[in-house]
């Protein structure tokens, strides 16, 4: 089965570009939505996050407060390492489990953090794709995006944008492109042309 890699930077239209394959027919595996899946209250993936970042990343509901974690982890380096040495292998072994169970002719696998900066793709992710396609977005379209959608300053989007690889190096490694920069009815008909090449090979 083809397995597509689809990324691009924060607020760039990933879940747009989703929604059109879906229509189509083509399942989707959502590795940001099993994060939050799997950090639910009284999860007990929970405990080493409370213990290694304090109470202040839960909410008042005992729910993961991914803005406070999110001020923690993309000021600091070190933390967002930790982090991500913690939660990726998790999310992985769930990525796993739903491909085992993929039944549409391909499929996409949204994965907002699939390349490095440096351009290149972890090898923890390597056996998951075969082809990578990217979302591109001018980073103004993003910013916008991200303090209207998240309620976000201006400062925490461009620390969030500066902690991922840049669209120049996702381009380098892109297989394939869509361009979010024009309507929906545009991105609709590219996902349609990549639809129609994707159950070509």
Do not use: C
Request: hydrophobic share 40%.
């Amino acid at each position: 089965m083809l397995k597509i890699g689809l990324t691009g930077g924060i607020a760039s239209g990933k879940s747009l570009v989703s929604h059109y394959f879906l229509e189509l027919g083509i399942e989707i595996i959502d590795a940001d939505q099993i994060a939050k899946n799997l950090f639910r209250a009284k999860s007990k993936h929970l405990i080493p996050l409370i213990e290694h970042f304090g109470k202040k990343i839960i909410d008042n509901n005992g729910e993961l407060n991914r803005k406070a974690l999110g001020k923690i982890v993309f000021s600091d380096p070190v933390q967002l390492n930790w982090l991500n040495q913690y939660s990726h292998p998790l999310v992985n072994l769930e990525m796993k489990q739903q491909l085992s169970k993929v039944k549409s002719q391909y499929v996409i696998l949204d994965i907002p953090l699939l390349i490095d900066k440096g351009s290149e793709v972890p090898s923890r992710l390597r056996s998951f794709i075969d082809r990578i396609l990217v979302v591109k977005t001018e980073q103004e379209r993003q910013i916008e995006r991200i303090i209207s959608r998240d309620g976000r300053s201006k400062e925490d989007a461009l620390a969030i944008i500066n902690n991922q690889s840049s669209l120049k190096e996702k381009l380098a490694l892109a297989d394939d492109v869509i361009d979010n920069n024009k309507t929906k009815k545009d991105v609709k008909k590219q996902v349609s042309n990549l639809h129609t090449f994707y159950q070509s090979i």
